[in-house]
């Protein structure tokens, strides 16, 4: 064998070394194209799932809400009917009953919620500015009752059940809005009308109820609003007519049924008291009146 085949054969053996080597470096960035395909397709179909799911979930919410807004058409026929056979605008003995916390300090929701749906009939009666407030209210009753409702509707009974349930069970803060959490601010807001019937009862007429009331807002459920929204409401609640005039509404301009308004307010201002303050203790307890 001459030199040159020597050379050919040994040329010849590193080429086969490149190309074995260049064989399997192919080899394995065919199989990393192939887990990157593999993860890239299990990406695409999470992402397409929880697309769905989304998609699922927001359809829900709208179902819900059709829901709740029929059913609150529904509730205002069956008030227009109700209210035509009251003597007042506003059930006061009822509100008197219903807001009256039970023997051992408990507050069972459905009396609380009977209680703040009458009550809410006071607030659609001041006027138009007012409906936002009504329908909130109305919400925050429907969460309630919705959960009343529920597949876990023994731990909705009373207000130290319920906190203490969704407490346990990290339920307090959801992506939708907690029993606990819906409760909290309709307690908020009956801290307001508290203070709005206590001066509502007054005869003289000074200070002005509009001043009076845009104070009360600002010190009582104003705090726990942003200051575009306090400031908006306050000076709405400036508009305000005087307190013969609004107790003439609820007493739908009658002179005997003002006399019984006039009687049952400090009786339902009584029970309204109590109760927010057995609720009040309880969200201390727990450590969640600031929740935002």
């Not at 299990?42 to 397409?48: A, I, R, S, W």
């Not at 459920?221 to 200051?227: E, L, S």
């Not at 009658?254 to 057995?278: F, G, H, M, Q």
Request: charged share 40%; proline share 3%.
């Amino acid at each position: 064998m001459d030199s040159s085949t020597s050379e050919i054969e040994v040329v010849n053996g590193k080429l086969k070394k490149e190309l074995v080597v260049k064989e399997k470096e192919d080899e394995e960035e065919e199989k990393k194209d192939e887990v990157k395909e593999m993860r890239n397709a299990k990406l695409l179909k999470n992402e397409k799932e929880e697309l769905k799911v989304k998609e699922e979930e927001e359809e829900e919410e709208e179902d819900s809400d059709d829901d709740e807004t029929e059913m609150d058409n529904e509730e205002d026929e069956e008030d227009e009917e109700e209210e035509k056979l009251k003597e007042l605008i506003v059930d006061m003995q009822l509100v008197r009953d219903y807001f009256t916390p039970g023997a051992e300090n408990e507050v069972p929701l459905a009396s609380y919620l009977k209680a703040y749906v009458e009550l809410n009939k006071f607030i659609k009666m001041l006027g138009k500015f007012y409906y936002f407030v009504s329908l909130d209210v109305k919400r925050k009753i429907a969460t309630l009752r919705k959960k009343m409702a529920g597949e876990n509707s023994q731990y909705y009974v009373d207000l130290k059940t319920m906190i203490k349930y969704e407490t346990e069970n990290g339920l307090v803060v959801e992506k939708s809005m907690s029993g606990t959490e819906a409760l909290l601010m309709l307690h908020r807001g009956l801290e307001f009308a508290r203070d709005f019937m206590t001066e509502l009862v007054k005869e003289k007429e000074e200070p002005k109820l509009s001043e009076a009331a845009s104070r009360i807002y600002v010190s009582t459920t104003g705090r726990f609003h942003p200051p575009i929204l306090r400031e908006t409401f306050s000076l709405v609640l400036r508009m305000l007519p005087n307190r013969a005039t609004i107790r003439s509404r609820v007493a739908k301009e009658n002179e005997e049924a003002e006399e019984t308004l006039k009687r049952l307010l400090p009786e339902v201002i009584k029970s309204v008291t109590e109760t927010y303050d057995v609720c009040q203790r309880i969200y201390q307890d727990y450590n969640l009146l600031n929740l935002p």
